[in-house]
């Protein structure tokens, strides 16, 4: 027993430290990203404006559309670095860390210690683990306590301890503060076919009356006492919002336009799981084999395969009926995937390797090798501004890191003394690439985002009293992150008709001493004054920035 402790420690420990080097370096680096990442900083941004911990705010506004958890994390970093990206970022990487270490362990107690480092490594190392523990959103905070309530409940069912039940019950309450009702439906949905399906199998311990009892009041009194207190302020609007719009709407509606066909998430998968999709087709095939009655002589493994195969399918039947899809919605199901392939790899190790790891290892270098060549052909054929001239190199480094990492795989399968180091061969390869795209192509990116850099030119010239707005360009998000709020969406000009979207400029534009407002940069010659003397501060990309003084319009 306590070599296996051991080992899950040890797969727990290389887990975090992992996705550290996958997520940390150059965390803070350039600005919030608008849409999410400015509008949820924005919330996190406004709780210490407003010092009120229980309504989140935006734009000064209550904002009922999400639960707190990410911004109460967001607020209190803020408080001690500044709302800063990196501030802002951490919880969703701290996050991410914590996922890796937790599934890890879990794997290492049932499977053995190298099927656990094999899962937290390929977790911690797939593109879209990576981009979301990158970002200022709730989704890494959801996933870790999905992740952490279904390995729970897990180990409950195998070992009949009520405990597990109600320490999956716990983190499926964070969950909820963390997203809503998807965090504990989610779970369910995964753990209540593993049930069913496995002790037909072997014996499967349903929680007892006491664990459902003890657990329910652990998960209420976890994620009770918010809603509660949203209800004394606002009685139940926030949860027409929170629940009736914002979640149920979600899944039987089209929340903001977004919505896909059924197939939606499989290229989603086939991109998220990037590199270690070249290893599923053969590690679901493994997982076939290991269910048969003749080659199963491992009932850990089998088990394992179960949670692994419920936990991929269930959520992607759930998703893609939903009306609303998003890509990060099945980030959840990232583990299931990498605990299946962590398994293929044990077994590929215990065969002394095999043809079909040699060709599925073959299969990334070759993708690689493709899209550099692609890239180099695209910048040769095509005049391109100097902002993305000079993010191309280091887009070429990646794609050769990634190449060499994943080329070195396909060797290091084929010998039957180093086919145990070949996971480790590619992950590296994918934190190397990972840290390039951070440290040296994402600044680049700064040169497309005008709106923050027209922000600072308000924020430095501003007077007391001055209205802020912005006008049919995007980036509303990013500049009410930048600036204070209030800031207006002004509708476009128009003839004097009434506008259907955003507030009339006319009301805001004659009203105000001084307004500063971001417009397109092709409008400015034509937009009109409003009898107002308007002055041209300065253009950037396609943005400009006007200032409205002098005497007030009619």
Not at 85 to 114: D, K, M, N
Not at 146 to 167: H, K, N, P, Q
Not at 441 to 446: G, T
Not at 532 to 541: E, G, N, S
Request: with cysteine; aromatic share 12%.
């Amino acid at each position: 027993m306590k070599r296996t402790a051991d080992g899950a420690v040890r797969a727990a420990a290389v887990g975090a430290v992992v996705a550290a080097l996958i997520t940390l370096p150059g965390l803070g680096v350039g600005t919030l990203w608008d849409n999410s990442e400015t509008a949820y900083g924005e919330v996190a941004k406004e709780i210490l404006l407003t010092h009120d911990w229980v309504v989140m705010h935006l734009n000064s506004v209550p904002y009922f559309v999400q639960p707190p958890l990410y911004f109460w994390l967001g607020a209190l970093f803020s408080l001690l670095a500044g709302p800063t990206p990196l501030a802002l970022r951490l919880p969703s990487a701290l996050a991410t860390v914590v996922l890796s270490a937790f599934t890890g362990y879990a794997v290492a107690r049932q499977a053995g210690a190298r099927v656990g480092i094999y899962a937290a490594v390929i977790l911690s190392t797939c593109l879209m683990q990576a981009v979301i523990g990158r970002l200022a959103i709730m989704d890494a905070l959801l996933d870790l306590a999905v992740a952490m309530t279904i390995f729970w409940w897990f180990r409950g069912l195998e070992s009949g301890r009520d405990r597990y039940a109600i320490f999956g019950w716990i983190a499926a309450g964070f969950g909820f503060l963390a997203k809503g009702l998807v965090a504990p439906v989610v779970a369910l949905l995964v753990v209540v076919p593993f049930f069913f399906w496995n002790r037909r199998f072997e014996p499967t311990y349903a929680p007892s009356a006491r664990a459902w009892v003890v657990g329910l009041l652990a998960f209420f009194a976890i994620a009770a006492p918010w809603p509660i207190a949203l209800v004394l302020h606002y009685h139940l609007f926030p949860l027409q919002k929170l629940i009736g719009e914002y979640t149920i709407g979600r899944y039987t509606g089209v929340v903001e336009n977004q919505a896909g066909p059924f197939w939606y998430y499989v290229p989603v998968i086939i991109l998220g799981f990037f590199p270690w999709i070249a290893f599923l087709p053969m590690a679901i095939a493994d997982g076939i084999r290991r269910l048969q009655p003749a080659q199963s002589q491992d009932p850990g493994s089998s088990r394992l395969v179960r949670l692994a195969f419920a936990w991929i399918v269930v959520p992607v039947l759930f998703f893609s009926l939903a009306r609303t899809k998003l890509p990060n919605y099945i980030a959840l199901e990232l583990p299931a995937l990498a605990l299946i392939t962590a398994l293929y790899f044990e077994a590929v190790v215990r065969r002394g390797g095999t043809r079909s790891a040699v060709f599925s290892a073959a299969t990334v270098p070759v993708t690689i090798g493709a899209l550099a060549i692609a890239i180099s052909l695209f910048t040769r054929n095509n005049r391109l501004t100097a902002e993305i001239a000079i993010a191309v190199p280091p887009l070429l480094a990646m794609a050769a890191a990634i190449f060499a990492g994943s080329l070195l795989t396909a060797l290091l399968v084929a010998r039957r003394s180093t086919v145990g180091a070949a996971p480790y061969a590619l992950a590296f390869a994918a934190i190397v690439a990972t840290d390039v795209l951070a440290v040296t192509v994402l600044p680049h990116a700064e040169a497309f985002k005008p709106v923050p850099r027209l922000a600072a030119v308000i924020e430095r010239e501003q007077h007391s009293g001055d209205v802020v707005a912005i006008q049919n360009v995007s980036g509303g998000n990013a500049l009410l992150f930048y600036t204070h709020p209030v800031v207006r969406v002004l509708a476009p000009p128009s003839d004097g008709d009434p506008p259907t979207d955003g507030v009339d400029p006319r009301t805001i534009l004659c009203a105000a001493s001084r307004a500063w407002v971001v417009v397109p940069a092709a409008s400015v010659p034509t937009d009109p004054t409003y009898g107002r003397v308007r002055r041209l501060v300065t253009v950037d990309r396609k943005a400009a920035l006007l200032l409205y003084e002098g005497p007030r319009c009619p």
